[in-house]
Protein backbone atom coordinates (compact mmCIF):
# COMPACT_ATOMS: atom_id res chain seq x y z
CA UNK A 1 0.00 0.00 0.00
CA UNK A 2 0.97 3.56 -0.80
CA UNK A 3 0.35 6.08 2.56
CA UNK A 4 -0.88 9.31 1.02
CA UNK A 5 -0.58 12.20 3.59
CA UNK A 6 -3.36 15.18 3.26
CA UNK A 7 -3.16 18.26 5.60
CA UNK A 8 -6.23 18.54 7.98
CA UNK A 9 -5.40 22.35 9.34
CA UNK A 10 -2.79 24.75 9.13
CA UNK A 11 -1.97 24.16 12.78
CA UNK A 12 -2.02 20.00 13.00
CA UNK A 13 -3.39 16.86 11.69
CA UNK A 14 -2.94 14.80 8.72
CA UNK A 15 -5.20 12.96 6.52
CA UNK A 16 -4.23 9.21 5.52
CA UNK A 17 -5.35 7.65 2.09
CA UNK A 18 -4.25 4.63 0.21
CA UNK A 19 -5.19 2.38 3.49
CA UNK A 20 -7.35 -1.07 3.22
CA UNK A 21 -8.28 -1.49 6.87
CA UNK A 22 -10.09 -4.52 5.81
CA UNK A 23 -7.38 -6.74 6.05
CA UNK A 24 -4.09 -7.30 8.01
CA UNK A 25 -1.43 -4.69 6.84
CA UNK A 26 1.87 -5.03 6.04
CA UNK A 27 5.09 -3.82 8.46
CA UNK A 28 5.70 -0.74 6.28
CA UNK A 29 2.17 0.45 6.27
CA UNK A 30 1.94 -0.22 9.64
CA UNK A 31 5.33 2.05 10.36
CA UNK A 32 4.11 4.59 8.10
CA UNK A 33 0.99 5.40 9.62
CA UNK A 34 3.03 5.60 13.36
CA UNK A 35 5.74 7.78 11.63
CA UNK A 36 2.70 10.13 10.78
CA UNK A 37 1.14 9.84 13.97
CA UNK A 38 4.38 11.29 15.81
CA UNK A 39 4.63 13.95 12.90
CA UNK A 40 1.13 15.26 13.38
CA UNK A 41 -0.69 14.26 16.77
CA UNK A 42 -4.08 13.64 15.04
CA UNK A 43 -4.80 11.19 12.49
CA UNK A 44 -8.14 10.77 10.12
CA UNK A 45 -9.05 7.90 8.92
CA UNK A 46 -11.94 9.24 6.86
CA UNK A 47 -14.61 6.19 6.04
CA UNK A 48 -12.22 3.32 6.68
CA UNK A 49 -14.34 2.61 10.16
CA UNK A 50 -16.56 0.36 8.38
CA UNK A 51 -16.70 -2.55 11.07
CA UNK A 52 -15.21 -2.64 14.45
CA UNK A 53 -12.47 -5.40 13.07
CA UNK A 54 -11.28 -2.19 11.13
CA UNK A 55 -11.05 -0.34 14.41
CA UNK A 56 -9.49 -3.15 16.71
CA UNK A 57 -6.92 -3.23 13.26
CA UNK A 58 -5.94 0.31 13.34
CA UNK A 59 -5.81 0.71 17.08
CA UNK A 60 -3.30 -2.29 17.76
CA UNK A 61 -0.71 -0.50 15.51
CA UNK A 62 -0.43 2.46 18.06
CA UNK A 63 0.21 -0.19 21.25
CA UNK A 64 -1.63 -2.85 23.80
CA UNK A 65 -5.18 -1.57 24.53
CA UNK A 66 -7.09 -1.26 27.79
CA UNK A 67 -10.79 -2.03 28.47
CA UNK A 68 -13.07 1.09 29.40
CA UNK A 69 -12.94 2.48 32.69
CA UNK A 70 -16.40 2.13 33.12
CA UNK A 71 -17.75 -1.30 32.69
CA UNK A 72 -21.03 -0.37 31.77
CA UNK A 73 -19.55 1.25 28.78
CA UNK A 74 -18.18 -1.99 27.55
CA UNK A 75 -19.22 -3.53 24.00
CA UNK A 76 -20.37 -6.44 25.49
CA UNK A 77 -18.69 -8.43 22.59
CA UNK A 78 -15.43 -6.42 22.73
CA UNK A 79 -14.31 -5.44 26.18
CA UNK A 80 -11.53 -3.12 24.36
CA UNK A 81 -14.66 -1.28 22.48
CA UNK A 82 -16.55 1.53 24.63
CA UNK A 83 -19.61 2.65 23.48
CA UNK A 84 -20.43 6.56 24.02
CA UNK A 85 -23.57 6.99 22.81
CA UNK A 86 -26.70 9.42 23.20
CA UNK A 87 -29.93 8.71 22.57
CA UNK A 88 -32.90 11.37 23.59
CA UNK A 89 -34.93 8.83 24.62
CA UNK A 90 -32.13 6.37 26.34
CA UNK A 91 -30.36 9.27 28.87
CA UNK A 92 -27.27 8.01 30.38
CA UNK A 93 -27.24 7.48 33.75
CA UNK A 94 -23.86 9.69 34.46
CA UNK A 95 -24.35 12.40 31.56
CA UNK A 96 -25.16 15.73 32.51
CA UNK A 97 -25.89 18.55 30.20
CA UNK A 98 -24.84 22.20 30.03
CA UNK A 99 -25.87 25.39 28.16
CA UNK A 100 -22.74 26.77 26.44
CA UNK A 101 -22.99 30.13 24.39
CA UNK A 102 -26.86 30.16 24.67
CA UNK A 103 -26.92 26.35 23.56
CA UNK A 104 -28.29 23.45 25.90
CA UNK A 105 -26.25 20.45 24.49
CA UNK A 106 -25.73 16.68 25.56
CA UNK A 107 -21.88 15.24 25.31
CA UNK A 108 -20.51 18.56 25.87
CA UNK A 109 -16.61 18.31 27.34
CA UNK A 110 -13.88 21.05 27.54
CA UNK A 111 -10.38 21.19 26.39
CA UNK A 112 -8.51 18.36 28.35
CA UNK A 113 -6.04 15.54 27.76
CA UNK A 114 -7.44 12.28 29.46
CA UNK A 115 -6.73 10.52 32.79
CA UNK A 116 -5.20 14.06 33.59
CA UNK A 117 -6.37 13.13 37.25
CA UNK A 118 -4.35 10.60 37.61
CA UNK A 119 -1.05 9.78 38.04
CA UNK A 120 -0.25 7.60 34.73
CA UNK A 121 -1.84 8.84 31.59
CA UNK A 122 -3.06 6.90 28.47
CA UNK A 123 -0.87 7.04 25.36
CA UNK A 124 -3.65 7.86 23.33
CA UNK A 125 -7.49 6.86 21.68
CA UNK A 126 -9.32 6.03 18.48
CA UNK A 127 -12.75 7.38 18.13
CA UNK A 128 -14.99 5.38 15.73
CA UNK A 129 -18.41 7.35 14.62
CA UNK A 130 -21.28 5.06 13.79
CA UNK A 131 -24.19 7.18 13.59
CA UNK A 132 -23.16 10.41 13.41
CA UNK A 133 -24.77 13.34 14.88
CA UNK A 134 -27.62 15.46 12.69
CA UNK A 135 -26.79 18.59 13.81
CA UNK A 136 -23.11 19.56 15.97
CA UNK A 137 -21.38 16.85 17.12
CA UNK A 138 -17.69 17.68 16.51
CA UNK A 139 -14.46 16.86 18.15
CA UNK A 140 -11.90 19.85 18.85
CA UNK A 141 -8.00 19.20 18.64
CA UNK A 142 -5.20 21.47 19.87
CA UNK A 143 -1.79 20.66 19.36
CA UNK A 144 0.13 21.46 22.61
CA UNK A 145 3.48 21.19 21.24
CA UNK A 146 2.82 24.16 18.62
CA UNK A 147 1.32 26.21 21.49
CA UNK A 148 4.53 25.65 23.23
CA UNK A 149 6.45 27.12 20.35
CA UNK A 150 3.99 30.11 20.36
CA UNK A 151 4.61 30.99 24.15
CA UNK A 152 6.60 33.73 24.05
CA UNK A 153 10.26 33.86 25.47
CA UNK A 154 9.10 35.29 28.92
CA UNK A 155 6.32 32.79 29.30
CA UNK A 156 8.91 30.28 28.10
CA UNK A 157 10.93 30.57 30.73
CA UNK A 158 8.75 31.65 33.46
CA UNK A 159 6.75 28.03 33.39
CA UNK A 160 9.63 25.69 33.02
CA UNK A 161 9.96 22.86 35.77
CA UNK A 162 6.35 24.30 37.09
CA UNK A 163 4.12 21.31 38.41
CA UNK A 164 0.51 21.66 38.07
CA UNK A 165 -2.05 19.67 40.86
CA UNK A 166 -4.86 17.89 39.46
CA UNK A 167 -8.39 16.66 41.28
CA UNK A 168 -11.19 15.02 39.44
CA UNK A 169 -14.11 17.42 39.39
CA UNK A 170 -17.18 16.43 37.06
CA UNK A 171 -18.40 19.87 37.65
CA UNK A 172 -17.69 21.78 34.16
CA UNK A 173 -19.45 24.84 35.66
CA UNK A 174 -17.19 25.35 38.49
CA UNK A 175 -14.81 27.75 37.16
CA UNK A 176 -12.36 25.41 35.27
CA UNK A 177 -9.12 27.22 33.93
CA UNK A 178 -10.22 28.08 29.90
CA UNK A 179 -13.41 26.96 29.47
CA UNK A 180 -16.29 29.48 28.21
CA UNK A 181 -17.15 31.78 30.82
CA UNK A 182 -20.86 31.48 30.08
CA UNK A 183 -21.07 27.74 30.84
CA UNK A 184 -24.27 26.53 33.03
CA UNK A 185 -25.79 23.50 34.03
CA UNK A 186 -29.52 22.71 32.89
CA UNK A 187 -31.77 23.50 35.34
CA UNK A 188 -33.28 20.86 36.94
CA UNK A 189 -30.69 18.38 35.65
CA UNK A 190 -29.40 14.93 36.89
CA UNK A 191 -25.97 14.90 38.77
CA UNK A 192 -23.30 14.38 36.40
CA UNK A 193 -22.61 10.70 38.82
CA UNK A 194 -25.46 8.79 40.34
CA UNK A 195 -25.53 9.30 43.88
CA UNK A 196 -23.66 7.87 47.02
CA UNK A 197 -21.40 6.63 43.79
CA UNK A 198 -17.85 7.56 45.01
CA UNK A 199 -14.17 7.25 43.35
CA UNK A 200 -10.93 7.46 45.15
CA UNK A 201 -8.99 10.23 43.34
CA UNK A 202 -6.17 11.83 45.60
CA UNK A 203 -4.89 14.85 43.43
CA UNK A 204 -1.82 14.13 41.48
CA UNK A 205 1.10 16.86 40.01
CA UNK A 206 2.22 16.74 36.46
CA UNK A 207 4.69 18.76 34.95
CA UNK A 208 3.60 22.26 33.21
CA UNK A 209 6.06 21.11 30.38
CA UNK A 210 7.19 17.77 29.31
CA UNK A 211 9.48 16.31 26.01
CA UNK A 212 7.81 14.63 23.16
CA UNK A 213 10.11 11.09 23.74
CA UNK A 214 10.41 10.24 20.10
CA UNK A 215 11.50 14.18 18.87
CA UNK A 216 12.79 16.31 21.53
CA UNK A 217 10.16 18.55 21.04
CA UNK A 218 8.84 20.31 24.08
CA UNK A 219 4.93 20.21 24.71
CA UNK A 220 2.66 22.91 26.75
CA UNK A 221 1.19 19.96 29.18
CA UNK A 222 -2.15 21.65 30.46
CA UNK A 223 -5.20 19.89 31.26
CA UNK A 224 -7.92 22.59 32.05
CA UNK A 225 -10.54 20.26 32.63
CA UNK A 226 -9.24 19.35 36.09
CA UNK A 227 -5.86 21.54 36.62
CA UNK A 228 -5.92 23.16 40.64
CA UNK A 229 -3.12 25.17 41.27
CA UNK A 230 0.78 25.28 40.58
CA UNK A 231 2.57 23.04 43.09
CA UNK A 232 3.98 25.72 45.78
CA UNK A 233 2.95 29.03 43.81
CA UNK A 234 0.23 31.66 45.70
CA UNK A 235 -2.89 30.88 44.87
CA UNK A 236 -3.93 34.42 43.54
CA UNK A 237 -0.71 34.14 41.02
CA UNK A 238 -1.15 30.63 40.12
CA UNK A 239 -4.61 31.31 39.40
CA UNK A 240 -4.24 34.33 37.39
CA UNK A 241 -0.64 32.05 36.00
CA UNK A 242 -3.09 29.08 34.72
CA UNK A 243 -5.75 31.26 33.40
CA UNK A 244 -3.32 33.15 30.92
CA UNK A 245 -1.75 29.32 29.77
CA UNK A 246 -4.95 28.13 29.37
CA UNK A 247 -6.29 31.36 27.42
CA UNK A 248 -3.49 30.89 25.58
CA UNK A 249 -3.46 26.79 24.93
CA UNK A 250 -7.10 27.06 23.94
CA UNK A 251 -7.03 29.33 21.61
CA UNK A 252 -9.76 28.29 18.92
CA UNK A 253 -7.51 30.02 16.15
CA UNK A 254 -5.45 27.22 16.35
CA UNK A 255 -7.95 24.07 16.84
CA UNK A 256 -9.27 21.65 14.10
CA UNK A 257 -12.61 20.77 14.81
CA UNK A 258 -13.72 17.33 12.82
CA UNK A 259 -17.08 17.61 11.81
CA UNK A 260 -17.73 13.75 11.66
CA UNK A 261 -18.79 11.20 8.87
CA UNK A 262 -20.20 7.94 9.03
CA UNK A 263 -17.34 5.21 9.65
CA UNK A 264 -14.54 8.22 10.01
CA UNK A 265 -11.99 7.06 12.36
CA UNK A 266 -9.83 9.43 14.50
CA UNK A 267 -6.38 8.52 16.44
CA UNK A 268 -4.84 11.43 18.50
CA UNK A 269 -1.78 11.60 20.52
CA UNK A 270 -3.13 12.10 24.11
CA UNK A 271 0.51 13.07 25.70
CA UNK A 272 0.61 15.94 22.90
CA UNK A 273 -2.92 16.89 21.98
CA UNK A 274 -5.81 18.30 23.42
CA UNK A 275 -9.41 17.45 22.40
CA UNK A 276 -12.62 18.99 23.10
CA UNK A 277 -16.26 17.55 22.50
CA UNK A 278 -18.75 20.18 20.96
CA UNK A 279 -21.92 18.03 21.78
CA UNK A 280 -25.10 17.48 20.15
CA UNK A 281 -28.61 19.34 20.59
CA UNK A 282 -30.88 17.52 23.19
CA UNK A 283 -33.19 15.76 20.33
CA UNK A 284 -29.75 14.52 18.43
CA UNK A 285 -28.99 10.99 18.95
CA UNK A 286 -25.16 9.81 18.36
CA UNK A 287 -23.34 7.11 18.71
CA UNK A 288 -19.61 5.92 18.30
CA UNK A 289 -17.04 3.81 19.88
CA UNK A 290 -13.68 4.23 21.17
CA UNK A 291 -10.28 2.22 21.72
CA UNK A 292 -7.88 3.51 24.59
CA UNK A 293 -4.28 2.76 24.32
CA UNK A 294 -2.12 2.30 27.49
CA UNK A 295 0.81 4.29 27.67
CA UNK A 296 2.12 6.09 30.67
CA UNK A 297 5.04 8.94 30.33
CA UNK A 298 6.01 7.81 34.19
CA UNK A 299 6.57 12.07 35.08
CA UNK A 300 3.11 12.01 37.06
CA UNK A 301 2.81 11.23 40.73
CA UNK A 302 0.52 11.48 43.56
CA UNK A 303 0.62 14.79 45.36
CA UNK A 304 1.17 12.73 48.73
CA UNK A 305 4.49 11.28 48.42
CA UNK A 306 3.77 8.31 50.49
CA UNK A 307 1.20 6.89 47.98
CA UNK A 308 2.71 4.86 45.39
CA UNK A 309 2.22 5.94 41.47
CA UNK A 310 1.33 2.19 40.53
CA UNK A 311 -1.80 2.29 42.83
CA UNK A 312 -4.29 2.90 41.10
CA UNK A 313 -7.67 3.24 41.90
CA UNK A 314 -11.08 2.76 40.51
CA UNK A 315 -11.22 4.74 37.12
CA UNK A 316 -13.69 6.57 35.14
CA UNK A 317 -13.91 8.26 31.44
CA UNK A 318 -13.49 12.37 31.86
Same mark, same amino acid.
Given at each position: ?37 ? !? ?137 ? =? ?34 ? #? ?14 ? @?????? !? #? ?11 ? @? ?15 ? @? ?26 ? =? ?23
Amino acid at each position: MTVTRTKLSPYLGLELTGIDLSKELDAATRQAILDAWI !DAGVLLFRGMGTSPEAQMRLSEIFGELEPAATASLNDPNNPYLMNLSYYPDKPSGYQKHYIVHGVTRAGWLGWHWDQSFMPTIVRGAVLRMVEPAARMGETGFIDAVAAYDRLSDAQKVRIEGLEVVYEFNPDFASGQF =GFPKDIGALDGDKPAFNSGQKFDFPPVVHPLVITQH #ETGRKVLKLSPMHARY @VLGMDR !D #ESHALLDEIAEHL @VDPCYAYFHVWGRDDMI @VWDNWRVIHSANGVPLECARYAQRTTII =GDYKVGRYLDATRNRDDIGRRIVD
